[in-house]
């Protein structure tokens, strides 16, 4: 006869598990808890009242009153500055590292309106030595802040640098501030008007002991298609019959190099945008103003190819510019898609690749 003994190692199944539980739940309620703790200090968690006796009470109670002395604060742990074997990854030498688009309100000196208050977005990075772990991104604001209530020009941009690149210990650094800014634009026959937006960069960038200054400006125009104009105006001369060229909202990015001596203010650059393209978009517009718009549009058709070289014409002749760049984007209301041309002058923008997202940057509004 075969006899058959039950299976000693089969799994424990839920209905084990529960009746392990009762049974551990009622020997715990009896055991002291030191008993309990020298078993498995978690047990105590499996019952209703229970508390482990050597595990830390922490208090769920924010503690308002509680102050931090130099003591305390040297006991916090900075992984950030830690030793390289914290390093993930690569070993290899960060050319930016810091923090974008912080907001506050800056005073900026302005050319004809006096200074001005306008909220700023900042961006601040420095390089990262291929030993080192990372940095304290709050020291670059910081640093910033301490200069925040002073009316901002590129010698206070520059003392601000000076700063985080010292309490960083860095070798290079850059400080980008982009702002709105406003000035009044005149109609062209009414008399009235209204306040022009242009969105402005001021970047100060310190590389190998060498520091530059670089302007960026965003310039919004209408541009007339030449072919469009001339098929136009064949339509009426040959059959008589009542046509409209096409024209759309185009976006020009001027970025330029600020080179030592006179000043280049903002006005100074919207003012050569609009001498090498003069149809920009109007703020305030009666039926006068909308006919000398089609006029001065009719009077100056351009393609995307010619906006960037009477760009580059007017920034050719500036002696206050140095390397530049001029992108410009047609936004077209003929075809669906968009016109860009890009040109640039020296080596500091010059670049084989393109940044995929460029072109759909250059939208006009914030």
């Not at 604060?73 to 070993?91: E, F």
Request: one cysteine or more.
């Amino acid at each position: 006869m075969n006899v058959h003994p039950p299976k000693m190692n089969s799994a424990p199944d839920r209905d084990d598990a529960k009746q392990a539980l009762a049974l551990l739940r009622a020997w715990a309620q009896t055991a002291t808890p030191e008993e309990v703790a020298d078993l498995e200090p978690s047990i105590a968690r499996l019952l209703p009242t229970g508390r482990m006796s050597n595990y830390p009470a922490l208090t769920r109670h924010y503690p308002e009153d509680f102050t931090v002395d130099g003591a305390y604060r040297a006991t916090l742990p900075d992984l950030q500055n830690g030793p390289s074997s914290l390093i993930r990854g690569s070993k290899q030498h960060l050319q930016h590292v810091g923090i974008s688009n912080f907001r506050l309100p800056i005073g900026f000196h302005t050319r004809d309106n006096g200074d001005l208050t306008l909220e700023t977005a900042v961006t601040g990075t420095v390089s990262l030595e291929a030993d080192r772990k990372g940095i304290n991104m709050s020291r670059i604001m910081r640093s910033f802040y301490k200069h925040a209530e002073k009316t901002f020009s590129f010698e206070v941009m520059e003392a601000a640098l000076n700063d985080y690149i010292t309490d960083l210990d860095s070798l290079d650094a850059r400080l980008q501030m982009r702002l709105s800014y406003p000035a009044r634009v005149r109609s062209l026959r009414s008399g009235l008007d209204g306040f022009q937006y242009y969105d402005i960069a001021l970047e100060l960038v310190e590389t190998g002991g060498a520091r530059r200054k670089f302007m960026h400006l965003d310039y919004v125009y209408s541009s007339t298609c030449p072919c469009s104009l001339e098929l136009s105006e064949h339509a009426r001369s040959a059959r008589g019959q009542l046509a409209t060229p096409h024209s759309q909202r185009s976006v020009a990015r001027l970025s330029v190099e600020v080179m030592p001596g006179d000043c280049l203010w903002f006005e100074d650059l919207i003012e050569l945008a609009r001498r090498a393209v003069p149809t920009e978009t109007q703020v305030m517009v009666k039926r006068e103003d909308e006919q000398a718009f089609a006029e001065l549009n009719a009077a100056n058709p351009i393609f995307v190819e010619d906006a960037a070289r009477l760009f580059c014409e007017q920034l050719l002749g500036d002696p206050r510019i140095g390397d530049f760049r001029v992108i410009a984007s047609h936004q077209e209301s003929l075809h669906s898609h968009d016109a860009v041309s890009v040109l640039t002058e020296g080596e500091t923008f010059a670049s084989d690749s393109i940044d995929p997202k460029l072109f759909h940057t250059l939208i006009h509004g914030r």
